[in-house]
């Protein structure tokens, strides 16, 4: 990450800040490093174990950060891997990064630095330049030569490194090196070596210690002997707690030789911060929306860590039994709040206090609130909350304060509620027009709760659905008898003239037969 100024910015107005990464705080600009080129940037080695990393840039009360660039590059996954401390848990915070005899001038990203990508692009400075680093008179060693053992996993260091080095003056002299580091804390020192002097080319002509602080890190360092050979590249990995604000190495040589050096690499080793629980997170930003919280509250990256930059209007707590942070307040009162409460918050369930007062939220109050059982204090007084008080504000057996006034509330206080200020508890409800069912409110004679309204309604309709099928039916039934009816006029004449038939025939009937009789009974007998 690099940061700048514009031209027109004077130095007396240069913004002070903190960089965090994941939620772990890794930089701090300091006075005047917008004409340092060594302290105009940050870089940082980081596990990021999902799909997205975070960078946040704290102001410290000094002016608004100022960011040109940022660069994100994937490494190795054991890329300076540095022993059991080792983890993915650790942040690598670069220091310093020298190139020891380099010119002044090729330090930033040139062609002669590319290494392999998974190296990514390391910048490295010359220990000839001014002000990046205190050190003892040395000469310069530089080579053309092919430097073996240079690109390998997993840190693919440039070849060019190795091509030049930072040597004692003189027999026995001692080299130093001093970096101002932040105290009390540990760093990864990684020294890089090739032999590139013609006249050194076997084991024990170039033997040396290197002190850190005044402290044996490394013993009888030979080069030739440790890399096989002239021309061949060995790096040693120290890492030690600082207590001071200072590091000094310093290389000794020993058996008459002459000390020396290729590159130097110095990283903090930061611990990172625990992150809050990732729902209550999330369920923070869907409330920054709906609430529609100020620009200046920023509320990005993790609401607990940086410790140093909680997010405003935040408390946090740390679970060490679950090695995480979470949510026990939130308190936004008097901010301008104009948009609505969430069913969100219910995700924030250690929340203890709750203040929202002196805002413009309007709608329900969400139901969700009477799902925190451990809520204590709880105000959403002088805003333009309408509707009822939640049922389930009985279950917030905890709830010590309860500021309710101020609002376009209506309905029945729920009894749970009624015998809250008996018990110790401090309860307002006052100053909304359609709340009843405490002493200061009207009588909820001709009010309603939810409940019963809900009953009216339900009553309601089942009242008139049977009407309107009672009303059915008898209509139906009406018209079935006036359609019988009508059938029975039209088809009268047709009846009548067929009972006048039926009577005739019956009456003539009888002769009918007779004749017949009279006219078979003189038939002869049948023979027996």
Not at 45 to 56: E, G, I, K, R
Request: aromatic share 10%; net charge neutral; charged share 15%.
């Amino acid at each position: 990450m690099f940061f700048g100024l514009n031209e027109d910015v004077l130095a007396s107005r240069e913004p002070l800040f903190d960089v965090s990464i994941e939620g772990t705080q890794v930089y701090s600009l300091k006075s005047g490093w917008s004409v340092k080129d060594d302290q105009s940037y940050v870089e940082a080695s980081v596990f990021v174990s999902d799909t997205a990393a975070t960078a946040c840039f704290h102001s410290t009360g000094h002016g608004d950060p100022s960011v040109m660039s940022i660069e994100i590059l994937e490494l190795h996954p054991k890329a300076y891997y540095f022993g059991v401390q080792w983890r993915n848990t650790v942040i690598l915070r670069t220091v310093k990064r020298i190139d020891c005899g380099a010119g002044a001038h090729g330090v930033y990203g040139e062609e002669s630095y590319s290494a392999n990508p998974w190296a990514g692009d390391r910048f490295w400075f010359s220990d000839n330049e001014p002000d990046v680093v205190e050190k003892t008179l040395t000469s310069t060693l530089r080579t053309s030569n092919h430097i073996r053992y240079t690109s390998l996993a997993p840190n693919f260091y440039p070849e060019a490194i190795y091509q030049s080095a930072s040597r004692g003056n003189g027999v026995g002299q001692v080299m130093n090196y001093m970096f101002k580091v932040e105290p009390n804390a540990d760093y990864s020192i990684w020294l890089h070596f090739a032999e590139i002097e013609y006249g050194v080319r076997s084991a024990g002509q170039r033997v040396f210690d290197v002190f850190i602080n005044g402290q044996l890190l490394i013993s009888n360092v030979d080069i030739v002997q440790m890399a096989g050979g002239p021309f061949a590249a060995v790096v040693l990995n120290r890492t030690v707690a600082i207590d001071g604000r200072t590091l000094m190495l310093s290389f000794n040589p020993r058996k008459q030789s002459i000390a020396m050096v290729n590159a130097i690499e110095i990283f903090q080793v930061i611990q990172m911060e625990k992150r809050t629980i990732d729902t209550q997170v999330w369920s923070l930003r869907v409330l920054k929306d709906t609430l529609g919280l100020p620009l200046r509250f920023g509320w990005n990256g993790d609401p607990c860590v940086p410790q140093q930059h909680p997010w405003s209007g935040i408390d946090c707590h740390f679970d060490h039994k679950k090695n995480t942070w979470f949510i026990d307040g939130l308190g936004l009162d008097n901010q301008g709040l104009k948009g609505f409460l969430s069913n969100d918050i219910a995700n924030l369930q250690q929340l203890q206090s709750i203040n929202l007062s002196g805002n413009s939220i309007q709608g329900l109050i969400p139901p969700a609130l009477g799902t925190l059982q451990t809520l204590e204090y709880l105000d959403l007084s002088h805003n333009m909350f309408n509707g009822t008080i939640p049922e389930n504000f009985g279950n917030l057996t905890h709830l010590k304060k309860l500021y309710l006034n101020g609002n376009l509330l209506s309905g029945r206080v729920p009894s749970a509620l009624v015998g809250g200020p008996i018990h110790g508890a401090s309860f307002n409800f006052s100053e909304n027009a359609g709340l009843c069912g405490v002493p200061g409110l009207p009588s909820c004679s001709n009010h309603l709760t939810e409940g019963g309204k809900a009953g009216v309604a339900v009553g309601v309709i089942i009242g008139s659905l049977l009407l309107l099928l009672c009303g059915t039916c008898f209509w139906k039934r009406r018209q079935n008898i006036l359609r019988a009816q009508r059938l029975a006029l039209r088809e009268a004449p047709y009846a009548k003239a067929r009972t006048h038939f039926v009577r005739d025939v019956q009456m003539s009937r009888p002769n009918v037969h007779e004749h017949f009789r009279a006219y078979t009974d003189p038939g002869p007998q049948l023979l027996t």
